[in-house]
T-cell receptor, first 110, second 113 residues
Framework: KNEVEQSPQNLTAQEGEFITINCSYS?????LHWLQQHPGGGIVSLFM???GKKKHGRLIATINIQEKHSSLHITASHPRDSAVYIC????????????FGQGTTLQVKP | NAGVTQTPKFQVLKTGQSMTLQCAQDMNHEYMSWYRQDPGMGLRLIHY???????DQGEVPNGYNVSRSTTEDFPLRLLSAAPSQTSVYFCASSYVGPGYGYTFGSGTRLTVV
């Protein structure tokens, strides 16, 4: 079993829909990261969370440390949101190592 | 602009050839790492470093060497390329402390024929 599990693996939505991507982890962490990768593109950091909730534009990320679970929400989705969204956790040690989920491929249709 | 610079962006190698993927950062980050990304496998850690002169193996280190002679540079060497090393490679850096984000390079698409 992977230490970081994302669901769903693939997601298709219509423009304007509210989208939720989930991430569960089984290890102790110091922080959780949500990353975005457009097709053929590089990896961009969206959020870093150690508790609570963060919002940036139409994106909202939450984390529940007790339940070892995080969600990424996209409100009023747009075709330009089509990308792979990756959850990654930084362990509680001091090495800086990340453990990645498998990623969620999102397609938003116009 | 500050960031992580990866070169080359694309490379085709013949089986058995050697090459070095370059990674440089100008943010004085202690932590640098190399990942490979394969379809259905996600990102997997190859090697990482927490400072100059210190390197360690990740999840999939076989066939790869690294060194960290300076804070800025963390090259990845393929000594004898194999088709199984066909992948997209990403370098990333960060400060070692827990409250910091990561900066990724733009990736190197490597094909070994």
């Amino acid at each position: 079993k992977n230490e970081v599990e994302q669901s769903p693996q693939n997601l298709t939505a219509q423009e304007g829909e509210f989208i939720t991507i989930n991430c569960s982890y089984s290890v102790g962490i110091s922080a959780l990261h949500w990353l975005q990768q457009h097709p053929g593109g590089g990896i961009v950091s969206l959020f870093m969370l150690s508790s609570g909730k963060k919002k940036h534009g139409r994106l909202i990320a939450t984390i529940n440390i007790q339940e070892k679970h995080s969600s990424l929400h996209i409100t009023a989705s747009h075709p330009r949101d089509s990308a792979v969204y990756i959850c990654a956790v930084r362990g509680s040690g001091n090495t800086g190592k990340l453990i990645f989920g498998q990623g969620t491929t999102l397609q938003v249709k116009p | 602009n500050a960031g992580v610079t990866q070169t080359p962006k694309f490379q085709v190698l013949k089986t058995g050839q050697s090459m070095t993927l370059q990674c440089a950062q100008d943010m004085n980050h202690e932590y640098m790492s190399w990942y490979r990304q394969d379809p259905g496998m996600g990102l997997r850690l190859i090697h990482y470093s927490v400072g100059a002169g210190i390197t360690d193996q990740g999840e999939v280190p076989n066939g790869y060497n690294v060194s960290r002679s300076t804070t800025e540079d963390f090259p990845l060497r393929l000594l004898s390329a194999a088709p199984s090393q066909t992948s997209v490679y990403f370098c990333a850096s960060s400060y070692v402390g827990p409250g910091y984000g990561y900066t990724f390079g733009s990736g190197t698409r490597l094909t070994v024929v």
